[in-house]
């Protein structure tokens, strides 16, 4: 990346995380609200919470599989290690 495209990048990068934060919270909140159900007491909620802390919990493992499988070092960062 050349160097004036830094601060696009960084707009793009930023909004990405915002969106992806944003929908997450959306999904998390629809499981809750789905286990939950129209009628809920106290337990619904407690059950509810259980199964939205396992669906959380997926959602990070898979995060960190896909960020540790799709990352790679570009040649600059290569470069620079194989000099030092």
Same mark, same amino acid.
């Given at each position: 990346?050349?160097?004036?495209?830094?601060?696009?990048?960084?707009?793009?990068?930023?909004?990405?995380?915002?969106? !992806?934060? !944003?929908?997450?919270?959306?999904?998390?909140?629809?499981?809750?609200?789905?286990?939950?159900?129209?009628?809920?007491?106290?337990?619904?909620?407690?059950?509810?919470? !259980?199964?939205?802390?396992?669906?959380?919990?997926?959602?990070?493992?898979?995060?960190?599989?896909?960020?540790?499988?799709?990352?790679?070092?570009?040649?600059?960062?290569?470069?620079?290690?194989?000099?030092?």
């Amino acid at each position: 990346m050349r160097p004036e495209q830094a601060g696009a990048a960084s707009g793009t990068l930023n909004t990405t995380q915002q969106f !992806a934060g !944003a929908a997450g919270l959306a999904v998390i909140g629809t499981v809750l609200f789905a286990v939950v159900g129209a009628d809920p007491d106290a337990s619904q909620f407690t059950s509810a919470a !259980a199964v939205t802390l396992w669906v959380d919990l997926a959602l990070v493992a898979a995060m960190a599989t896909l960020t540790t499988l799709l990352s790679r070092p570009t040649a600059r960062s290569s470069t620079a290690s194989s000099t030092a």
